[in-house]
């Protein structure tokens, strides 16, 4: 940091050096009032007059005679002389014009065509442009012909003071770190603090001329910033902290902070906090949070008002980046004393165990008491605790609990078969506050009891080859046993008391618990005996030990040479032989379909019904139509819709009779509700029988009811033809006339049909 300080001063000064060595020398250049004149001819005239000059003058001010000299910035009421141009060839009888071209002739430089005076006609700087590259040239006045050839000059502009000195890179700005002891630009104050005063200003003044009088100066102004280094200890804004914190609060949670103040910035103020001493060390933590550079304290285990009120602890702050330099200072750290309040709050009831593990032989009676459970409030207030089942967890209610004493009982039967385990969830609740609950699930194990007998394993059929030899295993059967006795199953096989003598079979024991079963003879036939049946009683040593038998089936069977066993069947001796099996059942195949086909076919020609074929020269009312269709009797039906049978007019009680004439007439009697579709043939003609019993118009004697229907509003009946005995010729219609207003049209029709026959 000095050294790029230093840098920074000497960029600063060494304009300002050069500035004083060069301006003096520009004082003593040509005067700055003289004019300059540039006289032209022949090369000889010149180094005469040049000579003159030499004579004339001294060496030092002798002109040169292609130059000009001009002052810059002058801002006189008239333009500046310059200089004057002209050559030996004019008399003065201005007979001679003056001509000037080049850098700025006539915008800057204007020239009196007859004197040859040069005037300089704006305000010049240096700054811009040092020089002007001009030629003069004298031509005749009246024929503007060059008298002589054109001449080339320089103008030069002179400098003067009028600029002040600049920085080019200004204002300035330097960092200087605190307490620094070597610096370019000095300190009046030792050790100056950042945290007292972090910037100075200082101004920086520049003069030209060597700061003589008439010199110009500028000035830039130079920042200087005091950086931070750690200088100063975290400090605790206060040495007491309390804080107070509910006994049921979740773990994690923040209790508190604590802040301890460093007049450092950045990294230099970073501190990490700690907790050194206390008797809540193991119950508390702290963590430092470095955006607030505070500590926060939180909760590592539960708080238990009635075990414990107040906590104390001893927490520490420390700077993480200490500087060696000032070590010395002291320790950049510092403790403060936090107290941390318990408060009592309200809860739940706590059971003696985080679980229970209870077991029941699964022949426990009813009632019986399995196990308890116990709990209590751990508040100051001690509620009575209240127990019940969460019945979510006991769907089929096997146990029952002792509200009071939590004592848990068997609700219904037990079977260890069935379920070993049984997990359930009490349920403990403060009788003062019912929002005060606790839970704790209880593992119940089924122990179990010698209640089921062993069995076979599953269902064997043995086979026995007829060439087999005697003392030849034909099965080997094993058994299991629902139970689970400690010590492993262990089976007895035995045959019945009565087939211990059995001549055909005998049984042994293998020691993997086990049974063979041996054939005790050889020569068996199966066309004298097929199926062999040998009942096995099957023992388990329980306490008290149960048995059960087991039938085993064995089938005599027809065996090749090696034992493979060929076919078991009587029938095989009657087939061919070099039939296989195979191609007795591809046979019994075809068999069967071709009988499905014939039955398929007989069906459908039963069910298919010739298409009625009526001719156009034919009347359909003398057209007798014949159905194939057999009814299936009084229960089939579906052969027919029997809503054909109900006639609409019989709805309303009105039935007409077709064997007796309709002169009485009788007010129509509520009939039954109409018969939906599908109804039972027999149920209907009982509701028909019914109504013919209770017709008053019915004859005494048994008739035929006939079901037609022609029509709905006829009273008369049916007027088919068919149901006619006499000819059109013998029947009279006039008793048509009688039947009111509805018949009168048709009686009317008959009647003129008889009158045309008559005429």
């Known amino acids: 940091m000095p050294e790029r300080l230093a840098e920074t001063l000497v960029d600063l000064w060494t304009p300002l050096i050069i500035l004083w060595i060069t301006l003096p020398s520009c004082v003593y250049m040509a005067p700055m009032n003289q004019a300059h004149v540039l006289t032209t001819g022949s090369p000889l005239e010149l180094s005469r007059q040049s000579e003159e000059l030499r004579i004339l003058n001294r060496s030092k001010r002798g002109w040169v005679w292609n130059q000009m000299f001009v002052l810059e910035e002058f801002s006189g009421p008239e333009p500046i002389l310059v200089g004057r141009l002209h050559t030996d060839l004019d008399p003065g009888s201005k007979k001679i014009k003056y001509i000037l ?414 049974l063979s079963i041996l054939a005790k003879h050889n020569g068996f036939n199966r066309q004298k005996q097929e199926v062999y049946l040998l009942p096995i009683v099957i023992s388990d040593s329980g306490n008290p030990p149960l048995s059960s038998t087991s039938t085993l089936t064995i089938r005599v069977c027809g065996c090749s040479n090696d034992g493979v066993v060929q076919s078991c069947n009587v029938e095989a001796y009657v087939l061919p032989i070099g039939l296989s099996m195979g191609a007795l059942i591809a046979i019994l195949a075809c068999i069967i379909l071709l009988l499905v086909i014939v039955v398929l076919f007989v069906t459908l020609r039963r069910h298919k019904n010739e298409p009625l074929i009526i001719k156009d020269d034919e009347d359909v009312r003398e057209n007798i139509i014949r159905y194939d269709d057999e009814g299936g009797g009084e229960e089939d039906t579906e052969a027919f819709d029997i809503a054909t049978l109900q006639n609409p007019d019989g709805i309303n009680g009105f039935l007409p009779r077709k064997d007796i004439k309709p002169d009485l007439q009788f007010m129509p009697r509520q009939g039954l509700a109409p018969v939906p579709n599908g109804v039972d043939v027999d149920e209907f003609i009982n509701v028909r029988l019914h109504e013919a019993d209770n017709d008053p118009t019915a004859p005494p004697y048994d008739s035929i009811q006939i079901y037609g229907y022609e029509g709905r509003g006829s009273v008369a009946g049916s007027l088919s033809s068919l149901e006619s005995t006499t000819s059109d010729s013998d029947q009279n219609f006039d008793y048509l006339s009688d039947w009111g207003p509805r018949f009168k049209r048709l009686g009317e029709l008959y009647s003129v049909g008889e009158s045309d026959k008559e005429t």
Request: aromatic share 6%; net charge negative.
């Open 101 to 514: 071209s080049g850098d700025g002739a006539g915008t800057i430089f204007q020239i009196n065509d007859i004197t040859g005076d040069i005037h300089a006609i704006k305000r010049l700087d240096r700054e811009e442009k040092a020089e002007y590259t001009l030629t003069a040239q004298a031509v005749d006045w009246e024929t503007n012909k060059p008298l002589e050839p054109p001449s080339e000059f320089i103008i030069k502009v002179q400098d003067i003071n009028d600029n002040a000195p600049e920085f080019l890179n200004g204002p300035y700005h330097a960092t200087v770190p605190e307490m620094s002891i070597l610096a370019i630009i000095k300190t009046a104050l030792p050790n100056m603090d950042r945290e007292a005063k972090e910037e100075y200003l200082v101004v920086i003044q520049a003069k030209d001329m060597g700061g003589h009088s008439g010199g110009l100066s500028g000035t830039t102004t130079l920042t200087v910033t005091l950086t931070d280094v750690n200088d100063n200890p975290p400090k605790f804004a206060q040495s007491l902290y309390h804080f107070s914190v509910p006994e049921d609060v979740v773990l994690g949670t923040a209790i508190g902070r604590v802040k301890a103040n460093d007049q450092d910035i950045g990294e230099n103020a970073q501190s990490s906090y700690d907790i050194i001493d206390g008797d809540g060390t193991t119950l508390f933590e702290i963590t430092s949070d470095s955006q607030a550079q505070d500590g926060v304290i939180r909760l590592r285990k539960p708080l238990d008002f009635e075990t414990k009120k107040s906590y104390t602890l001893k927490v520490e702050a420390a700077n993480i980046h200490i500087d060696p330099r000032f070590s010395g200072r002291g320790p950049f750290k510092d403790t403060a004393t936090v107290k941390i309040v318990v408060e009592d709050a309200d809860e739940p009831p706590v059971f003696s165990s985080p679980t229970y593990l209870l077991e029941v032989h699964e022949n426990a009676a009813l009632n019986s008491v399995i196990g308890q459970v116990t709990a209590r409030d751990p508040d100051i207030t001690a509620s009575p605790i209240r127990f019940s089942i969460d019945r979510h967890t006991d769907l089929e209610r096997q146990f029952n609990i002792n509200a009071d004493d939590g004592k848990i009982t068997l609700a219904t039967p037990l079977d260890r078969e069935l379920s070993v385990w049984h997990n359930i969830t009490i349920i403990a609740t403060e009788i003062r506050n019912h929002s005060q609950i606790s839970r704790v699930p209880v593992a119940i194990k089924v122990l179990d009891v010698n209640d089921n007998a062993p069995e076979f394993a599953s269902e064997y059929e043995a086979f026995l080859c007829e060439n087999g030899k005697p003392g030849q295993v034909i099965q080997t059967v094993s058994a299991m046993d629902k139970d689970d006795p400690k010590n492993g199953h262990y089976f007895l096989y035995s045959l019945l008391p009565e087939m211990v003598n059995n001549p055909n079979f005998t049984i042994k024991k293998n020691e993997d618990n086990s």
